[in-house]
């Protein structure tokens, strides 16, 4: 009984370092994994980050990138790095960080060969956060902030617009102001509307003329007209009624208000405003 027990504590002395080694190791290998991004050179950095991209990790490549870009300060890698990292951060929904990123790099690089894309993505990153679908669907009005975005969006597109007529991102980017325009001049109309239904007509008067003096090319004029003509004549100002009227005939002869200026506009319901490209006429 004795041999044995000598056997075995000789059996537990043998494997010791043995173990002890093991588990060094693998401490090791987690330490060199956890600092891979501190010591990488910087095209495999690059690559790293711009993996972890195309992968859809944007966390990940986040950090990967603001290694890059605090390891390497300058280059060709940083550079592009910043333009990546702006996007992963408009990716991850971190529209403040993307559009502060987005910005310095349009500073610091304006002559950039991919200096189009970021005014672009700059563009974008307000573009998304200008106001909620259901907003616009429910003909709610967008809240201040959300329209500061899509202020700041329009302005955004229209500097790429101007600067890159030529390139492939100024098509898209014109579209989306056509669209921006028409939702600012809707959420206006929303308001010049309210005005009227409440009684309130020099409020909803001077609503519709800005939405033409404004937004001339957008739809919501038709209707900004008519509400101008209906707020003069419920106020006694017939002629200017008249005049707002005869303008309402010459460019939409079809609107309903010119056949029957008592009941228009009808005020429609949210759920019927919910069926896709409903107006009043």
């Given at each position: 009984?004795r ?5 075995l ?10 173990l ?6 693998s ?26 991209l ?9 950090t990967a ?31 403040d960080?993307a559009?502060s ?11 950039q ?11 974008l ?5 200008s106001?909620?679908?259901?907003q616009r ?15 700041q ?5 229209n ?6 007529p030529d390139t492939?991102y ?11 325009r028409?939702?600012?001049?809707q959420?206006?109309l929303?308001v ?7 009684q ?29 003509a209906k ?7 017939q ?12 460019n ?24 896709p ?5």
């Amino acid at each position: 009984m004795r041999a044995q027990c000598h056997r075995l504590l000789l059996k537990c002395l043998l494997f010791t370092p043995l173990l002890l080694a093991l588990g060094a190791c693998s401490l090791f290998h987690r330490g060199q994994t956890r600092n891979t991004l501190d010591t990488m050179p910087v095209d495999q950095l690059y690559q790293k980050a711009h993996q972890y991209l195309m992968d859809g990790n944007y966390g990940a490549a986040e950090t990967a990138y603001q290694k890059l870009i605090a390891r390497f300060p300058y280059g060709d890698y940083n550079e592009q790095s910043q333009i990546e990292l702006a996007y992963a951060q408009y990716k991850e929904d971190k529209p403040d960080d993307a559009y502060s990123t987005i910005n310095r790099f349009i500073k610091t690089y304006p002559a950039q060969k991919h200096i189009a894309y970021a005014y672009y993505l700059r563009g974008l990153i307000n573009f998304d956060r200008s106001g909620t679908a259901l907003q616009r669907l429910v003909g709610q009005s967008p809240s201040e902030q959300d329209q500061g975005y899509a202020l700041q969006s329009f302005d955004d597109f229209n500097s790429l617009v101007r600067r890159f007529p030529d390139t492939r991102y100024a098509a898209d980017a014109r579209q989306r102001m056509i669209y921006l325009r028409n939702q600012l001049a809707q959420s206006e109309l929303n308001v010049a509307e309210f005005y009227l239904r409440h009684q309130a007509y020099v409020a909803s008067a001077d609503r519709a003329k800005y939405i033409i003096e404004h937004y001339q090319r957008a739809p919501q004029v038709a209707d900004a007209l008519a509400v101008l003509a209906k707020s003069y004549r419920l106020l006694g100002q017939q002629q200017l009624a008249d005049q707002a009227t005869e303008v309402l005939k010459l460019n939409y002869p079809n609107h309903p208000y010119l056949r029957d200026p008592n009941r228009w506009p009808g005020f429609h319901s949210w759920p019927y405003r919910l069926i896709p490209l409903t107006s009043t006429h």
